[in-house]
Structures are given as structure tokens and as C-alpha cells.
């Protein structure tokens, strides 16, 4: 078995989405700058490096990849507490 099957497919899903994501955002990755496989699968090779890269550098220097969002309640209550 997957480590991503039957149940704990879903406690998966976040973590494959935010790589996903960071993925177009950083490397544009949502559509490919060339034709043709081979300069293709090239482009995407040297996308997931600069990601772990990008990952790597955040790691070390101890900066978290993810932005915490807060709620619409928990900024009206941050804005009404100043």
C-alpha cells in the first residue's frame, strides 16, 4: 500500500495541495513554456529543484513556507482590541 491510501488519503490532500500551489506560484508551472517532452520534462526538472531550494533556504534559516491566515472574527477582534 501507499503511504497516501484508503483514509489517510485525505489527512494527505493539504499537503500535496500547498506543494501544488506553491509550485504555480513560484515556478508558474501551470502551463509549459516549451513543446516538445523532452525540453518538458527539463523545465520541470529544474522547477522542483528550485522548490527544494526554496524549501531548503527556508529551513535552515528557520522562516515557516506557509502564511497562517486569521478569520474575518479574529481580525474584528484584533481591530476592535487596538
Known amino acids: 500500500m501507499t503511504p497516501c ?7 494527505c490532500r493539504p ?8 509550485a504555480v506560484a513560484v515556478t508558474g508551472m501551470r ?3 516549451y513543446l516538445g517532452l523532452q525540453k518538458t520534462h527539463l523545465e520541470h526538472v529544474f ?4 522548490l527544494n531550494l526554496i524549501r531548503l533556504d527556508a529551513w535552515w534559516n528557520g522562516h515557516p513556507l ?3 491566515r486569521a478569520s474575518h472574527l479574529a481580525r474584528l477582534d484584533l ?4
Open 47 to 50: 522547477s522542483a529543484a528550485a
Open 79 to 82: 481591530s476592535l482590541a487596538a
Open 5 to 11: 491510501s484508503g483514509r489517510r488519503r485525505h489527512r
Open 15 to 22: 499537503g500535496v495541495e500547498g506543494t501544488i500551489h506553491q
Open 66 to 68: 506557509d502564511r497562517t
Open 31 to 33: 502551463r509549459a513554456r
